[in-house]
């Protein structure tokens, strides 16, 4: 992406409270460690930048950060997480179906999965869900930098059923940060500048 000014702009734990504006969203989901805070951190070359929305209470929720005058990164709460309260867990989960199923502005979905582990049952069923609405697809193969050269091949099969395109890549060394970089920014230039602005969020 050329360099574009990125800043954390609010957490939303409803839809309802998401921001109304006309920015087109990339969503950033994964399994909680999956790095989906180191990644965006590296995406937008700004250290700390995803954490600074980590206190307390907002982990659960959704974060926006603007990304130019036109994107936006949206942080998805992490599914997965074995010591959360089930309560708290189906709360999360509705959130992040909600978000994905309704949000208007949601344009593409950046799926994070750790290379060494492959897609799982969630990771399909959430692939199926962002393709049935016509939304892009894009898959990053996290940690990449914790296999071997002689493992990538295993890897690639792996993901190979998500029927998706595939990016390895390392917040840790920065290997594919780039080519990544250049897929999401597509999305802005896809969708043409002059995409009207329309009524964000749905009332409930
Ligand atoms: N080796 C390596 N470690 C990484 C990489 N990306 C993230 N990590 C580590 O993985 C752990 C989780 O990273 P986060 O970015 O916090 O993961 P997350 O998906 O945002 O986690 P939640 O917010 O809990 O859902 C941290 O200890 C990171 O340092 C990577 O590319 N390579
Ligand atoms: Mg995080």
């Known amino acids: 992406m050329p360099r574009l000014d990125c800043r954390f702009e609010t957490s939303a734990t409803a839809l309802v409270q ?24 590296a995406l937008v070359a700004i250290k700390g930048l995803a954490r600074t929305s980590r206190t307390p209470g907002r982990t659960q929720a959704l974060n926006f950060f603007s990304l130019g005058e036109e994107l936006a990164l949206v942080d998805l709460p992490g599914y997965g997480y074995a010591k959360m309260p089930e309560a708290l867990a189906r709360k999360v989960s509705a959130l992040m179906s909600d978000y994905l199923a309704r949000r208007d502005n949601l344009t593409l979905v950046l799926l994070l999965i750790d290379s060494r582990r492959g897609p799982r049952e969630e990771e399909f069923a959430l692939a199926d869900i962002v393709r049935s609405r016509g939304i892009e697809l894009v898959v990053a193969a996290t940690k990449i930098d914790k296999l071997r050269r002689g493992e990538r091949a295993a ?9 998706a395109a595939v990016f ?14 250049r897929r999401l920014f597509r999305v802005s230039r896809a969708h043409g500048v002059e995409r009207p602005a329309r009524e964000i969020c749905r009332q409930e």
């Open 155 to 163: 890897m690639r099969r792996r993901f190979a059923p998500l029927n």
């Open 168 to 181: 390895p890549c390392s917040a840790a060394d920065g290997e594919g940060i780039e080519e990544l970089r």
């Open 18 to 41: 998401c921001p109304r504006w006309a920015r087109r969203e990339v969503a950033v989901a994964g399994r909680s460690n999956v790095g989906k805070s180191s990644l965006i951190n």
